[in-house]
């Protein structure tokens, strides 16, 4: 894999998209008619509907959360997509991760998915990564992109990516599930009163359980990674506040949600002294 060339690539697709916003109108006829269920709502029309159009998405683990997370990015509109994973697709993948289909076992999971985004959305300008991004080229990665989705399952890698998107000033939408339940947040270094993951686990060293360790209900991935679809639709739409500073968090077998209030914690190593960004 030439790692330099790959994240060239996906500097090219960034600047081309960015260079749409030039043009009066991104969409043809076919594409009007396409989102045209989005385009009647009125937080989304054809300016929302452009927007999304011109906003490029990073997408980082093509497991169950990133499973559902490009699958619906990609049928909504979104003009851009990077995703990020290094596995290969495996028979015990197929229970929850619905982008994969039992013929791609084998096959790396960046591009299975790529393929399947293919089927759903053929205009979607999917990028891969099919190796670990970590240092600066994830820092370059994100810096490229209008919106991160955290679908990792480990902590390293969680503070990672909060790390370099507090660097950058590019909104994260994080979440996670395991066993019955899931959560999910959004934090946003462009806000000067978000808290980062940080906030949320202050301590570096805690060790995450696995669903390979715990187990996992098939749909509780896909809750969590719509939802998480969701919230980057309302952040690059500018909807409203989303879940800046709250954690959504759901017990499926209660069938019940519940929104904690998120403090940004004014010594966190990664914010406290954040960049102001425009």
């Excluded at 054809?46 to 093509?62: D, K, P, T």
């Excluded at 197929?94 to 759903?120: F, V």
């Excluded at 891969?128 to 209008?146: P, T």
Aim: charged share 20%.
């Amino acid at each position: 894999i030439d790692a330099e060339n790959t994240l060239s690539n996906v500097r090219a697709n960034a600047l081309i998209f960015k260079s749409l916003t030039y043009k009066t109108s991104l969409m043809d006829s076919s594409e009007h008619n396409r989102y045209s269920r989005q385009i009647k709502l009125p937080q989304v029309g054809e300016r929302g509907q452009e927007r999304l159009l011109r906003s490029h998405a990073l997408i980082i683990g093509m497991g169950g959360l990133g499973s559902p997370v490009a699958l619906y990015l990609a049928s909504a509109g979104i003009g851009s997509m990077t995703i990020s994973d290094f596995d290969r697709v495996d028979d015990s993948n197929l229970q929850r991760q619905i982008i994969h289909t039992e013929a791609a076992i084998g096959e790396l999971k960046a591009t299975s998915a790529r393929a399947s985004i293919a089927q759903i959305n053929p205009r979607c300008n999917v990028s891969v990564i099919d190796y670990e991004l970590d240092g600066k080229e994830l820092i370059e990665c994100i810096q490229s992109v209008d919106i991160v989705l955290d679908c990792t399952d480990n902590f390293p890698s969680r503070f990672q990516i909060n790390d370099a998107c507090f660097a950058t000033g590019t909104p994260l939408v994080s979440g996670a599930a395991i066993r019955w339940e899931g959560q999910i947040a959004t934090f946003n270094p462009r806000d000067s009163e978000s808290p980062c993951y940080r906030c949320l686990y202050p301590d570096t060293g805690v060790e995450s359980a696995t669903c390979a360790m715990e187990g996992v209900i098939a749909p509780i991935v896909g809750v969590i990674g719509t939802l998480q679809a969701l919230e980057a639709l309302n952040v690059i739409l500018q909807t409203g506040e989303g879940l800046s500073g709250r954690v959504l968090a759901f017990d499926g077998i209660a069938m019940e949600w519940q929104s904690i209030v998120l403090k940004r914690n004014q010594d966190c190593p990664t914010c406290s002294s954040r960049t102001q960004f425009i």
